[in-house]
């Protein structure tokens, strides 16, 4: 079964920085766009970054300058670095992935979602 597994969320004082990982695994025969949602109590679920298969990136305004995302092939692996986190930050992540598992479409799979909590 194709799935994704977030990992490396915690507490954390503002300033530090967190590195999260997202891996794919199961049925894979192909993955083009990876990325980063997160999502605050109350709020919608927002675009944090994503990363296409050339390696292009697109980021969230809040984000641009202090995370990068980055991806490791071989692996089915997306990382997602966060410097200078700062209590607005505090959210669940969630990865995603268009996957192709070999049947007629790809498909959009998300992670379950790991919390990352910034301490002023």
């Known amino acids: 079964q194709v799935q994704l597994v977030e990992s490396g969320g915690g507490l954390v004082q503002a300033g530090e920085s967190l590195r999260l990982s997202c891996v794919a695994s199961?049925?894979?025969?192909?993955?083009?766009?990876m990325g980063w949602y997160r999502q605050a109590p109350g709020k919608q679920r927002d675009l944090v970054a994503v990363?296409?298969?050339?390696?292009?990136?697109n980021y969230a305004d809040s984000v641009k300058g202090r995370f990068t995302i980055s991806r490791d092939n071989a692996k089915n692996t997306v990382y997602l670095q966060m410097n200078s986190l700062e209590p607005e930050d505090t959210a669940v992540y969630y990865c995603?992935?268009?996957?192709?598992?070999?049947?007629?479409?790809?498909?959009?799979?998300w992670g379950q979602g790991t919390q990352v909590t910034v301490a002023s």
């Open positions: 995603n992935a268009h996957m192709w598992d070999g049947s007629s479409t790809w498909s959009l799979y």
């Open positions: 199961g049925g894979i025969f192909s993955i083009n766009a």
């Open positions: 990363i296409h298969s050339g390696g292009s990136t």
